[in-house]
Nanobody, 123 residues
Framework: QVQLVESGGGLVQAGGSLRLSCAAS????????MGWFRQAPGKEREFVAG????????YYAMSVRGRFTISRDNAKYTLYLQMNSLKPEDTAVYYC????????????????WGQGTQVTVSS
């Protein structure tokens, strides 16, 4: 059983930056593909970025490509999401997720989820 705890959310002005972290415990972190998802009010949860177990292959939604960077530190059991050039439409609750398989964009595929951290971007 993997436990995930996100942190680093907050309020930021448009054009600013935030770095989210996701601390993992209860499993072998390097065995899991990791992902970031977000859910805005009234919308479905959507894929933001994912990274494979080796930390080399990463994937991004078109809406964040070139602005967000996903990374992981397998020694520290931690996943990161560096978010730059933030826009009001990035406002959402951000969740990290873990799965022993590969990176998938559909939320139901992922086995483990954190509780989420709020990101609010003001215009």
């Amino acid at each position: 059983q993997v436990q995930l705890v996100e942190s680093g959310g907050g309020l930021v002005q448009a054009g600013g930056s935030l770095r989210l972290s996701c601390a993992a415990s209860g499993g072998r972190f390097s065995s899991y593909a990791m992902g970031w998802f977000r859910q805005a009010p009234g919308k479905e949860r959507e894929f933001v970025a994912g990274i494979r177990q080796n930390g080399i292959s990463s994937y991004y939604a078109m809406s964040v490509r070139g602005r967000f960077t996903i990374s992981r530190d397998n020694a520290k059991y931690t996943l990161y999401l560096q978010m730059n050039s933030l826009k009001p439409e990035d406002t959402a609750v951000y969740y990290c997720a873990a799965d022993p398989g590969g990176v998938q964009t559909q939320p139901p595929v992922w086995d483990y989820w954190g509780q989420g951290t709020q990101v609010t971007v003001s215009s």
